[in-house]
């Protein structure tokens, strides 16, 4: 084995070889950005409207956390 077909087989080994661990290191870093964007930001604290309202779109926090 030591022909054009051979030599194609192990470009495709090494190509696997590579992109497998480059898409596993991409989930990782996309889960800990989602990680870090869940620990940093504070969605209890966002414009909202204070009195009650009865208009299309007027929505309220059932408790204010600000």
Known sequence: ???????????????????????????????AHLVYVAVSSQPGCVDHLKAPGSGDGAFRAAKSAC
């Open 1 to 31: 084995m030591s022909g054009p077909r051979a030599s194609a087989r192990r470009r495709g080994r090494l190509l696997v070889w590579l992109l497998v661990p480059a898409a596993l290191l991409l989930l990782a870093g996309a889960n």
